[in-house]
């Protein structure tokens, strides 16, 4: 799936150092503002329990997981919607994701210099959010002028976009984003046309120290940051950049007691990469046979054919049927052999959508 999701923040939050431990691709990281210019881009593994067992039950030749996309962002500043700093180049850059991690300083450190002076996450949070809604007023502001025109002399498309329009502008001039505004299912085919920063998906992650892992719960920046986002209904991921830096460079066993030395029992980058698949609807259907068991990514709402298209083109084209067990029965019965004998494997037509745990075999032919 060619879905991105964009790790913003103000500058020395901690973004590029949590972009490191996510993909260990080296993005440059260092104490000063705009030391990540243009974005930085790494792929990163969906964690998912769920390939282990079926690579235990088929035993492959090879296990494939399914990968996600992270863009590090560089570090927006006020007066970025004006150009500030390296602001339209950052926008720009926004624009080209699918969804928005906003990472967020709760952590003191004098050694790190904050760009405004002191940590305070509602004021950070407050300025990126601002210079975004500032960005898409302005384009709001321009298309308005365009549309206007043409829904005088009564152009339907035109009438009708004027109205999403509208009602975006006065959420913006509200200092709102897009995506608060509630629109029909006709208006969001517009709404998505526009390509609104606002209108991004957006979660939130609190970067707290390496000693504030276990208590963080009790910080109060993070409480803040809590608080904030679920005004919004966005959800809230707790990491410490620091402590994932490290974990990124343990295997395996290593990074297992790493973790039960800290008393946790999932690395936050995990969640996180687990949090940002699922903001964007993605699911995950599984391939299993002798020669490979893999992880397939797929957005939710999609038929049979178009799954199979993930895979190769000629599948969709030639689609005829799709074998299908949930990963629960497969799991169940032990083995393929024994779910079709207990009626768990089934012949799924092209109206069939495609579910979160799926094992298909697709049959086709062209």
């Known amino acids: 799936m060619a879905l991105t999701a964009g790790i913003v923040g103000l500058p020395n939050v901690g973004k590029s150092t949590l972009f490191n431990a996510i ?22 593994e969906v964690p998912d329990s769920r390939l282990g067992k079926l690579t235990e039950l088929v035993k492959p030749k090879k ?30 850059h926004i624009r080209q994701v699918d969804a928005i991690c906003h ?17 305070d996450p509602i004021s950070d949070i407050e300025t990126i959010n601002l210079e975004l809604i500032l960005a898409d007023l302005e384009s709001v502001t321009k298309r308005l002028q ?91 991921i707790v990491i410490s950049a ?25 690395s936050g980058l995990d969640q996180l990469v687990r949090a940002t698949y699922q903001l964007l609807g993605l699911a995950t259907y599984f391939t299993a046979g002798e020669q490979e068991v893999r992880a397939w990514t797929f957005k939710k709402g999609i038929k049979a054919p178009q799954a199979a298209g ?14 299908t067990v949930s990963y629960e029965d497969l799991v169940g019965t032990g083995s393929m052999a024994a779910a079709k004998e207990k ?8 109206d069939y959508l495609v579910k979160d745990g799926d094992v298909i075999h697709f049959r086709f032919n062209v």
């Open 103 to 119: 990472v967020v300083r709760c952590f003191q450190d004098e050694n790190i210099t904050h760009v405004s002076g002191t940590v």
């Open 310 to 323: 993930i895979i190769h083109s000629d599948f969709e084209r030639g689609f005829i049927r799709a074998e």
């Open 23 to 44: 993909t260990q691709a080296g993005a440059e990281s260092a104490n000063y503002p705009f030391c990540t210019i243009d974005p930085n881009v790494g792929i990163v």
């Open 146 to 236: 365009r549309v206007e025109k043409m829904a005088r002399q009564k152009d339907k498309e035109a009438i009708a976009e004027f109205d999403v329009l509208a009602k975006i502008k006065d959420a913006l001039e509200d200092e709102k984003p897009a995506r608060s505004v509630e629109f029909a299912d006709e208006q969001m085919k517009v709404v998505k046309g526009l390509h609104l920063l606002t209108s991004k998906p957006i979660l939130y992650v609190a970067n707290v120290g390496e000693d504030e892992l276990l208590e963080a719960e009790s910080n109060p920046n993070v409480q803040k940051v809590r608080e904030f986002a679920a005004n919004e209904n966005a959800e809230v």
């Open 242 to 266: 620091k402590v994932e830096s490290e974990i990124a460079e343990l295997d395996g066993e290593e990074k297992e007691m790493f973790l039960e030395e800290l008393g946790i029992e999932e």
């Open 63 to 92: 296990t494939i997981p399914t990968a996600f996309e992270f863009t590090d962002i560089a570090g927006i500043v006020k007066g970025a919607s004006k150009g500030e700093g390296l602001g339209n180049q950052f926008l720009s």
């Open 343 to 350: 009626g768990k494997v089934r012949l799924e037509g092209k």
